[in-house]
């Protein structure tokens, strides 16, 4: 208690240097929180864009029923298959029909129905990634009777590989802003040590202990980190319900819905914050002590 107390007098006695190195980490923490709710509500988007996705098969024209039944089944047993579901060529042709109604009279002048008899296929859930869905679409095409299978690999290929280097990326970001934030709380740390130097010798002098002279500034770097983190937090609640709101009034409800951080994300970063300020603190103590 006695410790805390000290601390809590130094943060009074340089308010300019312990607010410095509060907004840092509150900043660290704002910058690295919004980039892990971008990325928790991306990772929302691309789960349901996969649950969405559909794999197209397409047939031979004037395929026996016989044959396409027994297609259908085998389609049916394969591990990655949740769902398939026979298209026929006119069905299609009316979707495409109604998804062009604008543009119906390109359709209207059509002797021959272009399009084929497809089967829909949904998969499963535990084939929603890309190599899965490859993988899926590889054994389909060995399949007799199959022309052609569609599943959007061009798009799919693309968002996966841009999902990765976002993630690669918001690691990266995130160790930065943590050594960033080590080295202000450091700094700081060590300004504060440099404006007591002559009080710390005249505690050795009388017998104080390492430990005694470190308590103090182990707790001030906990506060620091615990108050920056709240304040980044806060932050970044605020950041979140205006984005929430203008996603709602820009999309049609219940398309997208943005979430903030789970409660276990939250106690991670403050306590990764409070870490921060402890640590500046002891990398400097633990220099500072030696060279006195």
Not at 90 to 99: F, G, I, P, T, V
Not at 103 to 119: G, Y
Not at 186 to 203: C, F
Not at 205 to 228: E, H, K, M, S
Request: charged fraction near 20%.
């Amino acid at each position: 208690m006695v410790h805390f107390k000290r601390a809590l007098q130094d943060i009074r006695s340089h308010r300019f240097l312990n607010a410095l190195t509060v907004l840092t980490i509150a900043t660290a923490i704002l910058l690295f929180g919004a980039f892990s709710l971008f990325f928790i509500n991306i990772s929302d988007l691309m789960n349901a864009w996969k649950q969405g996705i559909r794999v197209m098969v397409y047939l031979q024209p004037d395929l026996p029923e016989s044959k396409r039944t027994q297609l259908q089944q085998r389609i049916a047993s394969m591990n990655a298959v949740g769902e398939v579901r026979f298209i026929s060529a006119e069905q299609a042709l009316q979707r495409l029909r109604e998804q062009m109604k604008r543009q119906r009279s390109l359709l209207d002048d059509l002797k021959t129905n272009p399009l084929p008899d497809a089967f829909e296929i949904r998969t499963s859930d535990a084939a929603r990634s890309a190599k899965a869905i490859e993988a899926l679409a590889s054994d389909l095409e060995t399949l007799e009777s199959v022309t052609e299978v569609e599943y959007g690999q061009k798009w799919l290929g693309r968002f996966s590989g841009i999902f990765q280097l976002f993630r690669a990326t918001g690691y990266g970001l995130g160790g930065l802003f943590f050594v960033a934030a080590v080295f202000i709380v450091a700094n700081t740390t060590r300004l504060v040590l440099y404006s007591r130097q002559e009080e710390i010798g005249i505690m050795r002098l009388v017998g104080a202990t390492d430990g005694f002279i470190r308590a103090p500034f182990y707790f001030q770097g906990l506060i620091q980190g615990a108050v920056g983190g709240l304040l980044g937090l806060s932050a970044l609640w605020v950041l979140y319900i205006f984005a929430a709101t203008q996603v709602r009034h820009g999309f049609t409800v219940g398309a997208i819905d943005v979430r903030f951080l789970p409660l276990s994300a939250v106690v991670a970063i403050l306590g990764c914050s409070m870490l921060v300020g402890w640590l500046g603190s002891f990398l400097c103590l633990r220099q500072f002590l030696k060279e006195a």
